[in-house]
């Protein structure tokens, strides 16, 4: 079957392996280019209703592994599940244009599959009824021991003009043997119009070559993010959707040249990229570990390794001059950071959970909280808790635990010393305006931005609550208004709020059952228990209480019940769990979401080794068994030649014996049994003597 003839319809484009990181972005990004200003201005003329629908250019299709999800993603027109390759070539046939993305491997499975697929396509293409394109999407480390003219001269670095000057790196030399077969193709007259694009390291959305520094950064387990090597050396890049339009200009202008270099204008070190992610993500730190310890500790793979270490300083004459690109991060991973981390998040859903639970003293708050966090692996807010914190911290600062950090020092120093003068003052407690600022800090933590928090038992009050979370303009509303929704600074309010009850009755019968070093210990001693309780139903009676605030702002609290059938705040946690849904971060809860069976994946693949190994067994065995079996056949026919060898050898003596020794022994013995002497041997003796003598 042939392609798309009526130039009018969106054209049919093939892109291999669509479950991979780059082809699957490449398809959402062609998947959804519209028809140019032109067609839209002809369409108005026939069409004025605002509503239609822009026509899209390109019906995307794509092969996947069959390890893949069997259900079609959105952007596809129709997906592929491990074709062979006579269905593969049929597919290819229909389609207009043929995309193969090598960019990502270095395995030689895809370099192959290319490789058959553009020779398939050009030994056809005789027979084509309109012309067909070939895009081969190639890597950067074709380039990677391209020496430039001169090092020191940014305005000279090696372009993609000059591309036959390329040297690949060794593990990338199938890669380049690939791009000058498509080369050579592209020079020969036919239907089929080829082209290579040599695309730099992929980022954008969740990323692939860097994603093991976006989520160490975001997930903060460790203080600082390694840099692998020296950080010193320059990676080409480009974000994938701006692969995307390189690719869909190069359909649509047909342009002259044949090889593009695909990297935006940044000359970021890996040490550049690297703190700019823990910076905008994370801590901000970063430490250097060798380059070997990326692969030990399975932070990276080889492969990646081997493109992280490249030097690399590329110029796109061809992308720049021949192409109308509209870029997405021209200027480079590390100046649109910001917009590249959102990406991050939004891509894999890494959203924070902000949680608020509220209720009595005794009902169990601190409990749930702690249940919470474990299960959404977030981070759990008391305002004892963030003191006592706030306090360890400025001690260690004090100490010089960055050494020559001097004002970091005084300033610990002169915090801490406040600390203890309210302390002393206010019989251990903070003013409210400290115990803001210590929340204000702890809420607006990188931790806690990046995976969310559970506030136990705060804020008490409707005061609290506006202070900590209202934005200025909230503050600044006038008080006459009929309605008032108050603004709230969305990054820090929470956007759950549990609100834990029990009768006066329960709560009491529960403080009494306590251990006495257990009350003590939570400040649940009969009378310190009464006077909070007390204090807590008295809020509840105020004009306008915490929970009020929280639904003005249309954040409704869940009201909880406890009962005395659920010791363990089992209900309590269904009931949490159904309303908050799933985890939002790298949890295990999350992987098992994201990822479709991993178990049953695991056990595909450890299924897959025991045939290989099985496999190779016999095939071990077999070859030993042919090998015995030559050996075998090897020493008959040695054992042959030997027993001829030895015949002809001996046959000399055989005729001499018979001549002259045989023939009287035998008469000697004959006579010997005839006679039958007393002494055969003398009689045999005298008998040869006399017949010698004879």
């Known amino acids: 079957m042939e392609g798309n003839t009526n130039p009018n319809n969106p054209r049919r484009v093939f892109i291999n392996d669509v479950d991979e990181f780059s082809s699957k972005n490449i398809a959402k990004f062609l998947s959804a280019c519209e028809a140019g200003k032109e067609e839209e201005e002809e369409e108005e003329e026939e069409e004025e209703s605002p509503q239609r629908k822009k026509p899209l250019k390109f019906d995307v299709v794509g092969n996947v592994s069959s390890s893949s999800s069997p259900q079609k993603p959105a952007f596809l027109l129709q997906q592929y599940v491990s074709p062979t390759r006579e269905e593969l070539f049929q597919v290819l046939l229909e389609s207009d244009v043929v995309v193969y993305n090598v960019s990502e491997s270095s395995l030689p499975r895809q370099v192959e599959e290319a490789s058959w697929a553009v020779t398939a396509l050009h030994a056809a293409s005789e027979n084509f009824k309109a012309e067909k394109m070939f895009i081969l999407v190639s890597s950067v480390m074709g380039w990677a021991t391209t020496a430039p003219t001169d090092p020191s001269d940014e305005d000279h670095l090696p372009s993609d003009e000059e591309f036959w000057k390329r040297r690949p790196h060794p593990r990338f030399k199938s890669h380049n043997t690939l791009e000058k077969l498509v080369i050579k193709l592209s020079k020969m007259k036919s239907k089929l119009k080829c082209y290579v694009v040599a695309a730099g390291l992929q980022y954008g959305f969740e990323e692939n070559i860097f994603h093991y520094f976006f989520k160490v950064s975001w997930m903060l387990e460790t203080p600082e993010v390694p840099v692998f090597g020296q950080g010193t050396n320059h990676i080409p890049t480009i974000h994938v959707f701006d692969l995307?339009?390189?690719?869909?200009?190069?359909?649509?202008?047909?342009?002259?040249?044949?090889?593009?270099?695909?990297?935006?204008?940044?000359?970021?070190?890996?040490?550049?990229?690297?703190?700019?992610?823990?910076?905008?993500?994370?801590?901000?730190?970063?430490?250097?570990?060798?380059?070997?310890?990326?692969?030990?500790?399975?932070?990276?793979?080889?492969?990646?390794?081997?493109?992280?270490?490249?030097?690399?300083?590329?110029?796109?004459?061809?992308?720049?001059?021949?192409?109308?690109l509209s870029w997405r991060c021209l200027s480079g991973l590390v100046l649109n950071m910001e917009s590249v981390v959102q990406e991050f998040k939004d891509s894999r859903q890494l959203q924070p959970i902000r949680i608020c639970i509220l209720g009595p003293p005794a009902v169990g708050k601190t409990t749930?909280?702690?249940?919470?966090?474990?299960?959404?692996?977030?981070?759990?807010?008391?305002?004892?808790?963030?003191?006592?914190?706030?306090?360890?911290?400025?001690?260690?600062?004090?100490?010089?635990?960055?050494?020559?950090d001097f004002s970091a020092e005084a300033t610990a120093q002169k915090e801490l010393e406040m600390i203890e003068q309210s302390m002393e003052s206010s019989q251990g407690q903070l003013t409210e305006g400290q115990v803001f600022e210590i929340l204000q800090e702890k809420l607006n933590s990188k931790q806690c931005r990046n995976q969310g928090f559970v506030l136990d038992g705060f804020p008490e009050s409707y005061s609290q609550a506006a202070m900590h979370f209202s934005t200025e303009e909230m503050e600044s509303q006038e008080s006459h208004l009929e309605s008032r929704a108050p603004g709230y600074n969305k990054t820090i309010t929470p956007d759950y709020v549990f609100s834990l009850e029990a009768s006066d009755d329960f709560l009491t019968e529960r403080v009494r059952a306590l251990p006495q070093s257990t009350a003590?210990?939570?400040?649940?001693?009969?009378?310190?228990?009464?006077?909070?309780?007390?204090?807590?139903?008295?809020?509840?009676?105020?004009?306008?209480?915490?929970?009020?605030?929280?639904?003005?702002?249309?954040?409704?609290?869940?009201?909880?019940?406890?009962?005395?059938?659920?010791?363990?705040?089992?209900?309590?946690?269904?009931?949490?769990?159904?309303?908050?849904?799933?985890?939002?971060?790298?949890?295990?809860?999350?992987?098992?979401?994201?990822?479709?069976?991993?178990?049953?994946?695991?056990?595909?693949?450890?299924?897959?080794?025991?045939?290989?190994?099985?496999?190779?067994?016999?095939?071990?065995?077999?070859?030993?068994?042919?090998?015995?079996?030559?050996?075998?056949?090897?020493?008959?026919?040695?054992?042959?030649?030997?027993?001829?060898?030895?015949?002809?050898?001996?046959?000399?003596?055989?005729?001499?014996?018979?001549?002259?020794?045989?023939?009287?022994?035998?008469?000697?013995?004959?006579?010997?049994?005839?006679?039958?002497?007393?002494?055969?041997?003398?009689?045999?003796?005298?008998?040869?003597?006399?017949?010698?003598?004879?």
């Open 368 to 404: 749930v909280a702690e249940m919470i966090c474990k299960h959404y692996k977030i981070y759990y807010i008391s305002t004892g808790k963030a003191i006592e914190e706030k306090i360890s911290q400025l001690k260690e600062m004090r100490s010089g635990s960055q050494p020559g």
């Open 244 to 324: 995307g339009g390189v690719i869909q200009n190069i359909i649509e202008l047909k342009p002259k040249a044949k090889y593009f270099l695909a990297v935006d204008q940044s000359k970021n070190t890996l040490e550049d990229i690297v703190k700019t992610i823990s910076k905008v993500l994370g801590s901000g730190r970063v430490c250097r570990l060798l380059l070997e310890e990326a692969v030990a500790m399975k932070a990276l793979k080889p492969q990646e390794v081997d493109c992280l270490s490249i030097d690399l300083r590329l110029d796109a004459a061809n992308v720049n001059s021949l192409l109308n």
């Open 520 to 694: 003590e210990e939570a400040h649940l001693v009969q009378d310190e228990f009464l006077s909070r309780l007390s204090e807590y139903r008295k809020r509840e009676e105020a004009e306008e209480t915490v929970l009020d605030f929280f639904d003005h702002c249309e954040i409704h609290p869940e009201h909880i019940e406890l009962s005395a059938e659920d010791p363990d705040y089992t209900d309590v946690m269904k009931r949490i769990t159904e309303v908050v849904g799933l985890p939002k971060n790298y949890s295990r809860s999350y992987e098992e979401h994201k990822e479709e069976d991993p178990l049953k994946k695991e056990a595909e693949r450890r299924q897959t080794l025991a045939a290989e190994r099985r496999r190779r067994k016999e095939a071990v065995l077999a070859e030993m068994a042919a090998q015995h079996e030559a050996w075998h056949k090897s020493m008959q026919e040695v054992q042959r030649q030997e027993k001829e060898r030895l015949e002809a050898q001996v046959l000399p003596l055989r005729n001499y014996l018979m001549e002259f020794v045989v023939l009287s022994i035998t008469e000697a013995m004959s006579q010997c049994c005839v006679l039958k002497p007393d002494d055969p041997i003398d009689f045999l003796a005298e008998f040869l003597l006399q017949k010698r003598t004879e």
